[in-house]
């Protein structure tokens, strides 16, 4: 999750927002593709099943809207994603083991990617109450994150395509590149999950990401001209 919303960060600072998103959504995919394949034994299938059916309505109301954010709302949506982890845990936390809370989960989550590009912490909110251990969410949020990015590289990218051709995007060797050093990251970001208990894991996940958030709300108002 952070190291997503890192990456999309600087990405977006170097290339446009159609560009950056489908950047972003083809290593991410790789990255969580292969955390993915890595914990397969620990992915909850039928959690998945329930967030398919509130994806789709989302991805819907998203190509009827066809919303593209400027860089200034794509760093202020970045930055304030992370307020949600911490909501008091006893204040609208999820629970994506119960089916409501997973269809929930499934369209904020995919509309969260094709707007801002980055959904971990909002997935994270659904998963404050569950039982899962630390393998089953990383698990299980991996393959949901792997999905809606899929379908962000098609969101963006097939309008990019048409109307610019592969102009806009960065050489395909970048990418390319970028897909080993993504899947060693995150073979030993999943070695790392041993040291760490359950608590410790959602602890520090959190201090992390508030940190890159902060830095993202400030980059959004500099955008705008308010700082």
């Not at 600072?13 to 394949?37: D, I, T």
């Not at 997973?102 to 959904?119: E, Q, T």
Request: aromatic fraction near 8%; glycine fraction near 10%.
């Amino acid at each position: 999750m952070a190291g997503g919303l890192v990456f999309m960060g600087i990405i977006a600072s170097l290339m446009s927002v159609s560009a950056a998103m489908v950047v972003h959504g083809m290593v991410q995919s790789v990255s969580n593709g292969s955390r993915s394949v890595i914990l397969r034994e620990h992915i909850r299938w039928d959690i998945l099943g329930w967030q398919l059916i509130g994806a789709l309505p989302a991805i819907l109301l998203m190509l009827w809207v066809a919303f593209t954010p400027n860089k200034a709302q794509l760093f202020l949506a970045l930055g304030l994603l992370p307020l949600l982890l911490w909501l008091p845990r006893g204040l609208l936390a999820g629970d994506a083991e119960k089916p409501a809370h997973a269809v929930l989960c499934g369209a904020m989550v995919m509309g969260l990617n094709l707007s801002a590009g980055v959904a971990g912490p909002a997935l994270d909110f659904f998963y404050v109450k569950t039982a899962l251990s630390r393998k089953a969410i990383v698990a299980t949020k991996a393959v949901t994150m792997f999905t809606s990015h899929l379908v962000k590289i098609l969101y963006f990218g097939i309008p990019s395509i048409k109307a610019q051709g592969m102009a806009d995007l960065p050489p395909f060797w970048v990418i390319i590149v970028a897909i080993p050093a993504v899947i060693l990251g995150t073979k030993i970001g999943t070695s790392l999950l041993e040291r760490f208990s359950d608590v410790g894991f959602r602890k520090y996940t959190r201090i992390l990401v508030t940190v890159v958030g902060g830095v993202y709300v400030l980059r959004g108002l500099s955008l705008l001209d308010l700082i």
